[in-house]
């Protein structure tokens, strides 16, 4: 029996009505190769904001999307979690 990660993340979603305006939070290290690679990840309508830490090592990347179901967002978390050194918030 393999068990879902996203389990609980979809049961918390699931209590809302899509499509809706969802958050994503995202840290990666500071390189523009890991930065392009999750801003790929959403469309051109998406409300981007980039905030470097204090060294200057990681950045934050919050998006802001139109999603239209549960699973929409489980999708882009899957992606996401294929680019090195990224910690989904």
Do not use: C, H
């Not at 051109?44 to 470097?52: D, G």
């Amino acid at each position: 029996m393999t068990i879902d990660p996203y389990a609980k993340l979809r049961e918390q979603l699931e209590l809302n009505t899509w499509p809706d305006v969802y958050m994503f939070k995202f840290i990666v290290p500071n390189q523009s190769d890991l930065v392009a690679r999750v801003t790929a990840l959403f469309d051109e309508a998406a409300e981007l904001k980039f905030r470097p830490s204090k060294n200057d090592k990681y950045i934050s990347i919050g998006a802001k999307e139109m999603m239209l179901n549960v699973e929409s967002i489980i999708n882009k978390y899957k992606q996401a979690a294929e680019i090195d050194g990224l910690v989904a918030l």
